[in-house]
């Protein structure tokens, strides 16, 4: 079946430009997850989506960052007014459950953002 | 706050021979552990669980909550096990992961 997609698989934008990024979770999954792979931060964690209830907005940098998942599937990261230290690959999870041990996530392949 | 630290960003070992991949993590909770793996040009993808006790691949990993250690063991290396590793960690308190900073393993013939 279909993983996790995410779309564009590369995105090059200057300093001050708006970014969208777009995840189509596995059908089915009730949670998804959006983290943050960079060079100098390593993987992190950005946001978390739970079937209807509020999303755990914890691990969001800054103001900028924003996300939302419409009708409990696809969902779109949105950086404002990118910066440089925006530049790196935005991963995409999906899980099933999203509660248990043994609930598994499963990675998209990525958006690599640039910016310029 | 919980961490995740892998101290060995790049580790090289001949095919064959034993490969450890170490993790330590601070967390006062109940934690639970995960590696992923990321071989090249692919997409990251879960290796395994603590919870499972399974193998995988050959690869095992024992969580030991004294040293707050889950090290991943291999005892034969082979060429295709060159990837990017993370340790990983969640928590009670929220179903997201925290990561170590990865180790790439580079299996020379």
């Known amino acids: 079946g279909a993983g996790v997609s995410q779309s564009p698989s590369n995105k090059v934008t200057e300093k001050g430009k708006d970014v969208e990024l777009r995840c189509d979770p596995i059908s089915g999954h009730t949670a998804l997850y959006w983290y943050r792979q960079s060079l100098g931060q390593g993987l992190e964690f950005l946001i978390y989506?739970?079937?209807?209830?509020?999303?755990?907005k914890s691990g969001l940098p800054s103001d900028r960052f924003s996300a939302e998942r419409t009708g409990g599937s696809v969902s779109t990261l949105t950086i404002q007014r990118t910066q440089q230290e925006d530049s790196a690959v935005y991963l995409c999870?999906?899980?099933?459950?999203?509660?248990?041990?043994?609930?598994?996530?499963?990675f998209g392949p990525g958006t690599r953002l640039t910016v310029l | 706050a919980q961490r995740v630290t892998q101290p060995e960003k790049l580790l090289s070992v001949f095919k064959g021979a034993p490969v450890e991949l170490k993790c330590n993590y601070s967390y006062s909770g109940s934690p639970e552990l995960f590696w992923y793996v990321q071989y090249s040009r692919q997409r990251l993808q879960l290796l395994l669980r603590h919870i499972s006790r399974e193998s995988i691949k050959g690869f095992t990993a024992d969580l030991n909550k004294g040293e707050t250690s889950f090290h991943l063991k291999k005892p034969f290396a082979q060429e295709e096990d060159s990837a990017m590793y993370y340790c990983?960690?969640?928590?009670?308190?929220?179903?997201?992961?925290?990561f170590g900073g990865g180790t790439r393993l580079m299996v020379k013939p």
């Open positions: 989506f739970q079937g209807n209830s509020a999303p755990d």
């Open positions: 999870a999906s899980s099933l459950a999203g509660i248990g041990g043994s609930d598994t996530q499963y």
């Open positions: 990983a960690l969640r928590t009670g308190a929220g179903n997201m992961l925290t």
